[in-house]
């Protein structure tokens, strides 16, 4: 199976600049070489889809993830992928399982933008600390797949409690340049490259703020400001671009990752949390010839949802994380509803082993402090924040994130209103193969970590 | 030898109610009292000099109560929120604006967070505008197992937060008892045997129990608790003590049953020998913190008569110690007769903790779990961490003779996209506007073309 992605591309610097904003931000698609194909991937994904039934879910409440709802809806896919989305009127060919969802509803998988499960798996023992590699301020060479452990139990959680299908895994915040990204389907593997999204392009975790000029001032070398994180990301794409613009023969990890990003291959992915900070960020992604996908984290983007519209860039936030740090101080839960009023591009992430079991709840949480200031949101638009935004910023939005005839047959059949604290997933598809399923306790993934110790394929 | 005793204000100084609190009726509300009942539809909240009167259906609003309709609201015992950090921070990583934590103190049980709690802490204001209107306080432990004493505070813009302090001692006993004691499990139960024999010691000899003038016993939330560490004592302690004296005295209500010993555990064997205490120490007065595989022992909890204060949503085998972590954890304990509440010191934010009992709720729906009913889950924030913390019957329920902390929601209060749209503190409708509400207010839209932002205010 070769999907063929393609990524969200400025092909020059110039178009980047001149890409125009939609309301939620997609931004321009340009056709590109599948990331399947870039020869920088030694470690391409083994992934096949399991083996699935086709399938007609009947009678729920349908959220297609792009905005659109149909009540008493009929979702068809087979050979893992959606056949058709419709109304009770759409034909159900001969040979499909139909599975009664009256009372309940459906969306896409949910996707999360952010996380670190493989990385930072549980049980959280310094062993398993493989998300940062706080050696130097810029590590573009280091690539989260290497890290990735595929037994973190919290996988099986953020399948079981969150619906989640699809999750980018990133370095973590320590550096300026924090290394590769890579997107995984929430498939149970022994190894990592069978759990890799077929053809998802990487992308470049940056950091800015606190946490880099922390980690090296600390050890008493630059950065130890935000001056000196500038100055070291300048110089660094600066030196990239050269290597970029040159006959790229000699083999370098880092400039051929950063090369990827000049080249549009590679999307970046930047943790920044003030608004003056991603203002200048852009700026630099300008000066230096990149875009930016999404700022994650991003708690003060309310605070400038006209420059990121104007400048195409998601915001990855939670929905009212606050406090924790100085960067932090001015989070408020309104932000998701205030870019979504600037007509900037939202997307919930969870940034936590926890948090990915409720990406949903989170949505909602943010939908409802938008509600009380005036800024009604329509459920539908909302599900669109843990499913096709995030595959959008993640350049894999063709292919998931939302129900289209053609796309993965990644969905979820939640017990009750997904935007309700009350519900639960009952079912779980991945590429059409049935995943999880709360009323089947054998259809239940359970890590090697946890067999034979208590609690062993509980419902945790 | 007598001490002579340093006896702190009195009950009635420190639960009086402020001048300004009015009365109050809510009618036509949806009216969940906090005792684990159903919500009752069409139902009166009403209050009086600061105190609950009535709550329930066809109640009748007494002549010259203000009454206002409440028709689609829900009305709700304040949350009361256990175990926080509230009003003990500003911001996580500025140090200089955090006292959680003394690392290089020379003290640990004698800690006391009363005198540091700032009551105009912004996470104080947020979560008050969250619906919680009381919450019990704690340092973290960092010098030894012994976090310190914690309070009970409430969240009303009064200055006066602490309605009692040193209402608690804390400490680590699991995993991270054992790293701070010196690096293992046995080094925790060492140190702790240890500084309890010297506290009882230094008890005896410092007349603070076992005399015929000793002060009585503190059990209710009602009075403040004596200070044992500010006592005069002549009394001699062996040379080869470990303990301060003032940590040692800080102990002595501890080892008299007089002050809760909360005790953080996660695994079943080590909640097995939190309950064994008991036998070396029979007047221990314990309560379990976090309990992630109490599940396995809840039997065990409920024969003790111990309560809990547990993670609601902790699923994932974060630590060798809590391997069998489930959300399903705190509705096995109720099951088998444990008393739980929700620990809101497993979330991002106290204010989570209605989401929390709303997810035990949703596990009632989900085969082979164990969840909550909603009048359990809201008992769980509500009446039974009151209990726990000694105010069984004064707070967390709407009960005549109840302290009025009454919340109004805009919608069910369990569900995420319900919030508070008044909160009452001793009757006393309460602020809610805070740093978020600031910047939300200023920011609702990016209009400059006049002046800039920081005008708008």
């Avoid at chain 1, 058709?84 to 001969?94: C, E, Q, S």
């Avoid at chain 1, 992430?349 to 909602?364: P, W």
């Avoid at chain 1, 009323?439 to 419902?459: A, I, K, T």
């Avoid at chain 2, 813009?157 to 602490?162: E, G, N």
């Amino acid at each position: 199976m070769r999907a063929a992605i393609r990524v969200l591309l400025a092909a020059t610097a110039t178009a980047a600049l001149a890409a125009c904003a939609t309301a939620e931000g997609s931004g321009d698609s340009t056709q590109s070489a599948s990331a399947y194909d870039y020869p920088d991937t030694p470690y391409p994904s083994t992934y096949r889809p399991y083996p699935g039934a086709p399938t007609a879910l009947v009678g729920a409440t349908v959220y297609d993830g792009a905005g659109g709802r149909i009540d008493n809806g009929t979702v068809l896919f087979a050979d893992g992928k959606v056949v058709g989305i419709g109304g009770a009127d759409l034909a159900i060919p001969a040979g499909y399982t139909r599975v009664d969802g009256t009372g309940k509803f459906v969306t896409p998988g949910v996707i999360d933008i952010h996380s670190h499960l493989g990385d930072y798996p549980t049980p959280s023992v310094d062993a398993h600390s493989d998300g940062n590699e706080a050696t130097d301020p810029t590590t573009p060479e280091v690539w989260a797949e290497h890290s990735v452990w595929p037994q973190d139990p919290g996988f099986t959680r953020a399948l079981a409690n969150g619906g989640v299908t699809s999750l980018q895994i990133l370095p973590g915040s320590a550096n300026l340049m924090g290394g590769r990204s890579v997107t995984l389907k929430n498939v149970p593997s022994r190894t990592v490259q069978g759990m890799k999204f077929p053809g998802a392009p990487y992308g470049l975790k940056m950091a800015c703020g606190e946490n880099p000029k922390r980690v090296y001032g600390g050890k008493g070398r630059m950065p130890s400001t935000r001056m000196g994180n500038f100055a070291v990301n300048r110089q660094t794409w600066i030196d990239a671009r050269e290597y970029a613009e040159g006959d790229r023969d000699k083999r370098d990890l880092a400039k051929e990752t950063l090369a990827g990003v000049l080249d549009g291959e590679i999307l970046v992915h930047n943790h920044c949390y003030r608004a003056d900070e991603m203002a200048l960020v852009m700026d630099m992604a300008k000066e230096m010839g990149y875009r930016v996908a999404a700022f994650h984290h991003a708690v003060e983007a309310y605070k400038i949802g006209d420059l990121l519209r104007e400048n195409d860039v998601c915001s990855a936030i939670w929905s009212d994380w606050y406090g924790f740090k100085m960067e932090a101080y001015d989070g408020i839960p309104e932000n998701a509803a205030l870019l979504y009023q600037a007509g900037a591009c939202v997307v919930i992430h969870s940034d936590s082993e926890n948090g990915i079991q409720r990406l949903n709840q989170d949505a909602a949480k943010a939908q409802a402090a938008g509600a009380r200031m005036g800024i009604e949101i329509p459920d539908a638009e909302v599900v669109g924040w843990f499913t096709l935004n995030a595959a959008k910023a993640m350049g894999i939005d063709d292919v998931t994130g939302s129900l289209a005839a053609g796309k993965m047959a990644d969905v979820v059949l939640w017990n009750g209103d997904p935007l309700s604290v009350y519900s639960r997933p009952e079912k779980v598809w991945i590429d059409g193969a049935l995943m999880f399923d709360a009323n089947d306790p054998q259809r239940r993934p359970v890590s090697d970590f946890e067999l034979g110790q208590p609690g062993e394929g509980d419902v945790k | 030898m007598m001490g002579r005793m340093l006896l702190a204000a009195t009950a009635v100084l420190a639960l009086s109610s402020p001048a300004t609190a009015q009365d109050f009726a809510i009618t036509n509300a949806t009216v969940a009292t906090g005792d684990g009942s159903a919500p009752i539809e069409n139902a009166t909240v009403v209050v009086r000099g600061g105190k609950v009167v009535a709550a329930g259906a066809n109640v009748q609003v007494p002549a010259g109560v203000p009454v206002s309709d409440g028709r689609g609201t829900w009305v709700t015992p304040g949350i009361f929120a256990t175990v926080t950090d509230l009003g003990l921070w500003d911001v996580g990583a500025v140090g200089e604006s955090n006292d959680t934590t003394a690392r290089n103190s020379p003290f640990s049980a004698a800690l006391d967070a009363a005198p540091a709690v700032n009551p105009r802490s912004q996470h104080v204001l947020i979560s008050r505008a969250g619906g919680i209107t009381r919450a019990a306080i704690a340092p973290s432990a960092a010098s030894s197992i012994f976090a310190g004493q914690g309070s009970m505070i409430d969240l009303g813009s009064d200055p006066q937060a602490v309605r009692r302090p040193r209402a608690f001692q804390f400490v680590e006993l699991g995993e991270a008892g054992a790293r701070l004691a010196g690096g293992s499990r046995t080094a925790a139960h060492t140190l702790l045997r240890n500084a309890l024999r010297e506290a009882s010691r230094f008890g005896e000899e410092s007349g603070l129990v076992g005399g015929p003038n000793r002060p009585a016993e503190v059990t209710t939330g009602d009075d403040i608790p004596v200070d044992p560490r500010l006592v005069e004592s002549d009394a001699e302690r062996a040379t080869d003590v470990l303990l301060t004296r003032f940590d040692a005295a800080a102990l002595v209500p501890v080892v008299a049953g007089r002050q809760p010993l909360y005790v953080h555990v996660e695994r079943a064997a080590d909640i097995r020998s939190v309950l064994a205490l008991r036998q070396e120490f029979p007047r221990l007065n314990l309560v379990i913190v976090g309990a992630g595989e109490g599940w396995m022992v809840a039997d065990e909890i409920a024969a003790a008569g111990v309560p809990v204060i547990a993670d609601a949503l902790t699923d994932l085998p974060a630590r060798f110690e809590q391997l069998a972590s489930t959300q399903s954890n705190i509705g096995r304990m109720q099951d088998a007769g444990v008393k739980v509440a929700i620990n809101a010191a497993a979330m991002e934010q106290p204010r989570y903790l209605p989401q929390f009992a709303g997810n035990l709720v949703a596990l009632a729906s989900v085969p082979r779990a164990a969840g909550l009913s909603w009048g359990e889950a809201l008992a769980s924030i509500t009446s039974i961490p009151a209990e726990i913390s000694g105010f069984g019957g004064q707070l967390g329920v709407l009960k005549p003779g109840a302290i009025g902390d009454v919340v109004v929601w805009d919608g069910d209060p369990l569900e995420v996209s319900s919030t508070p749209v008044r909160v009452y503190v001793d009757g006393v409708e309460q602020p809610l506007e805070n740093h978020q509400t600031g910047l939300r207010d200023r920011y609702r839209d990016l209009d400059e073309s006049e002046l800039p932002k920081a005008y708008d205010w």
